[in-house]
């Protein structure tokens, strides 16, 4: 049947063979969890999206054999052959294991396989006996199942691909175009500037099995192990320090009594009582604001480009010494959203281990009662994001595909007014039900896109950072413009903060004057007032906790601000790729790789670095929040329950 279609031949078998078993699986699977898949009225989604998730793959896996047959030689396709037959007939063998073992793995894990599984290969003995005593006959079926399909793939292999001939070079030619062009858009399967990635899969914003059932399980694989490419252990970098002392150190700068910690097994887990008091729960919304640094604020001694935020600046808590924990917007969202300290590494947002069961606000909000919601502007697959806050208590998402009729809309997605409006929309939408949401802007990312009309231009061009964030100014100014008229408001406390700086460049190992940002509190009960002591982006969250009437169980690191003692001068934690800076008050401990701590005494008006004199525990300080976030996410101790 497919040997007349020449080099194609072995392709289209292959396409047709990996369709055709991720289907079947995916059906089967399906009906095994038929109760929970049909609370998804759009599970239908599931097999379409399904199969694009499946070309990806495939596409990606054609690409070799494809130039290979139309690009080299008659004799060294015909000499390649049964090379040919194997690699087409592995990519189905390991398909199809990675299908069988995924009922059992969705069982233990309600996942499909993914970084777990990985890490388990590295203990295959023990993993084998356990698989052994606990599937036993389910491991037989497989193999015997197995084998059935490794003879019947390599049987239609080898019948085609050792049949067919391959084509004259004027027929190559005219087909290596639109067959390439086929196969790249296949792996892109998307025509926006960004690729789909694995975040497409979660349409589902209810159901995690759905989005978990829409992927398959060699992706799935595959995209864990490139993750973990990702991941760096801090030891290898900065030095060792045993669990104890790395729990003592963090947890005695955190300044909670023994007594408040209630989980040994969740090491860090610990009560936070209400700091003020309210008649219902306050609603919290966090406006996390693209690369918005202190050196455009006006209010900070900055330039004269937000002149909403400075008069608002005087309605709230306004914190002058805040800084970012790194430069990337997954880097705030690890910060900001779930507490998590940073690592050497890629973000949480987009790592395998923190898919789901790792804590976030979202989950703690959405175990009190709220509503809990992301809106954003562009596409919510980017970075990851969208499977992120969809596997961890995140309940809606408001992306670029649900604005109707936007004013405008850019590289980046629609513009910062049109993701207020929608935000303010949303919000009245909810009625008294308590609600938390996290509102991520856009429009202050190159190339700085916007409407006319707006703002009057600081500069000229219009396409300028500075002209962007005049225009991101405004936008926050029209959101609590139209809250100001909602009922919403009252009830409701509110924090803008940046996300990280602009580009950050310098001579120095940690160029702490790019990670200043602004942030400011705004709500009942909370004091309009700066707050100079130095912050960090990790503090946030239990600050919020602090002004929002609820009494919560939680794992994070960071200080409310509203306990710090009198003689504590606040600390911040900045990753600057594989630099590490732990800075309390003005004194600033630098770990590198591979070297010995460095210590420095920073000046805040001159941005300058001073060399100074290491202090033993101090460094041993720093190591020791280097050392934690890897510690919580490797053993998934990063968690409610």
């Known amino acids: 049947m497919f040997s007349k279609f020449g080099p194609l031949s072995p392709l289209l078998l292959f396409l047709t063979l990996s369709l055709s078993l991720f289907l079947v699986s995916r059906l089967l699977l399906s009906f095994a969890y038929w109760d929970r898949i049909i609370q998804e009225p759009h599970f239908y989604l599931m097999y379409l999206i399904g199969i694009r998730m499946d070309l990806i793959l495939i596409c990606y896996y054609l690409f070799l054999p494809a130039l290979f047959f139309l690009l080299l030689p008659k004799q060294f396709i015909n000499s390649s052959k049964f090379f040919w037959i194997f690699y087409f007939t592995l990519f189905i063998d390991v398909a199809f294991f990675m299908e069988m073992a995924t009922l059992p793995f969705i069982r233990e894990y309600d996942l499909r396989p993914d970084a777990i599984f990985i890490r388990y290969l590295k203990h295959f003995k023990e993993v084998s006996e356990t698989v052994w005593a606990t599937n036993k006959w389910e491991l037989i079926i497989t193999l015997i199942l197995l084998s059935f399909v490794h003879y019947f793939t390599w049987k239609s292999f080898k019948n085609v691909v050792l049949n067919f ?55 799935s694989v595959f995209i864990a192990a490139t993750r973990l490419t990702n991941e760096k252990d801090p030891s290898a970098f900065y030095g060792n320090m045993n669990e104890a002392e790395v729990f003592a150190r963090v947890k005695k700068n955190m300044q909670i009594p023994d007594s408040a910690f209630v989980k040994s097994e969740i090491p860090f887990l610990h009560k936070q009582e209400a700091g003020a008091n309210s008649k219902r729960p306050l609603n919290v919304v966090i406006i996390l604001q693209e690369s918005l640094g202190a050196e455009y604020i006006g209010a900070l001694g900055g330039l004269p480009l937000t002149p909403n935020i400075d008069k608002l600046s005087k309605e709230g808590l306004f ?75 995140f309940t809606n998402i408001y992306d670029e595909p649900t604005f109707v009729k936007p004013a405008f809309k850019g590289v980046w997605g629609v513009s910062d007014e049109d993701l207020m409006r929608k935000a303010d929309e949303v919000f009245r939408s909810h009625g008294d039900k308590p609600f938390f949401s996290v509102i991520l802007s856009t429009s202050n990312h190159s190339p700085f896109e916007f409407p006319d009309g707006r ?170 929040h280097a050392l934690l976030p890897w510690n919580l996410y490797q053993s998934k101790r990063y968690r409610i329950d």
Request: no cysteine.
């Open 319 to 393: 914190l002058t010494n805040l800084y970012s924990t790194g430069t990337r917007t997954v880097r705030g969202i690890e910060a900001v959203v779930t507490g998590f300290l940073p690592t050497p590494g890629n973000s949480v947002v987009n790592l395998g281990l923190s898919r789901s069961d790792f804590f976030t606000s979202g989950e703690l909000f959405k175990k009190q009662g709220y509503t809990t919601e992301f809106i954003y502007g562009g596409q919510s697959n980017f970075d990851e994001m969208r499977s992120f806050f969809l596997g961890n208590g």
């Open 455 to 624: 703002i009057q231009l600081y500069e000229q061009p219009k396409q300028t950072v500075h002209n962007a964030m005049k225009y991101a100014d405004y936008s926050v100014g029209l959101f609590f413009e139209l809250a100001k008229k909602s009922d919403y408001y009252k009830n409701t406390l509110f924090l803008v903060v940046a996300d990280h700086n602009t580009r950050v460049f310098g001579d120095d190992f940690v160029p702490v004057h790019k990670f200043h940002i602004p942030g400011l509190l705004i709500g009942p009960g909370v004091p309009k007032e700066t707050f100079n002591k130095v912050a960090s982006q990790v503090d946030l969250l239990p600050t919020l906790l602090h002004f929002a009437g609820i009494n919560t169980t939680n794992p994070m690191i960071g200080k409310d601000l509203m306990q710090l003692k009198a003689d504590d001068p606040g600390r911040a934690i900045m990753q600057y790729s594989n630099n590490y800076g732990y800075m309390v008050g003005d004194s600033l401990i630098v770990l590198k790789p591979y070297q010995a701590p460095q210590a420095f005494v920073y000046d805040k008006v001159t941005h300058k670095l001073s060399p100074a004199t290491v202090n033993s525990e101090s460094a041993k300080d720093a190591l020791a």
């Open 165 to 219: 001939k391959p084509l004259t070079w004027r027929y190559r030619f005219l087909l290596l175009p639109g067959l390439g062009g086929l196969l790249f858009l296949g792996a892109r399967s998307s025509l926006s500037p960004r690729p789909a990635n694995i975040s497409t899969a979660y349409f589902s914003e209810k159901n995690k099995l759905v989005n978990e059932l829409t992927l398959n399980s060699t992706y």
